[in-house]
């Protein structure tokens, strides 16, 4: 079992930026991927970025490249999602997620422990 605690979301003016964290525990390993998901009212749950745990292979959903970017501090067992350039349509709840096994995923189906969620809330 992994268990994972997001922390960091809040308001932030769009142009601005807000710093997501994940904090997983449990039984981890370096053979499993990391990913953001994020969730609008009235829209499905969308993949936004994941990384590889072991090498630090990062992706990005298109809408956010340049944007945000994704890390990972082995020695705390925490991913990090640094959000610049907030837009209103960035506005969401945003999810941890992590999965087993070889390589990353944009389906949320293929993963399989949750974060309870942060919002992210931008205003124009």
């Known amino acids: 079992q992994v268990q994972l605690v997001e922390s960091g979301g809040g308001l932030v003016q769009a142009g601005g930026s807000l710093r997501l964290s994940c904090a997983a525990s449990?039984?981890?390993?370096?053979?499993?991927?990391m990913g953001w998901f994020r969730q609008a009212p009235g829209k499905e749950r969308e993949f936004v970025s994941s990384?590889?745990?072991?090498?630090?292979?990062?992706d990005y959903t298109d809408s956010v490249k340049g944007r945000f970017t994704i890390s990972r501090d082995n020695a705390k067992s925490t991913v990090y999602l640094q959000m610049n350039s907030l837009k209103p349509e960035d506005m969401a709840v945003y999810y941890c997620?992590?999965?087993?096994?070889?390589?990353?995923?944009?389906?949320?189906?293929?993963?399989?422990?949750w974060g309870q969620g942060t919002q992210v809330a931008v205003s124009s």
């Open positions: 997620a992590a999965r087993d096994g070889l390589g990353c995923a944009r389906q949320s189906s293929e993963y399989v422990y």
């Open positions: 449990g039984r981890t390993s370096d053979w499993y991927c």
């Open positions: 990384i590889w745990w072991s090498d630090g292979t990062p």
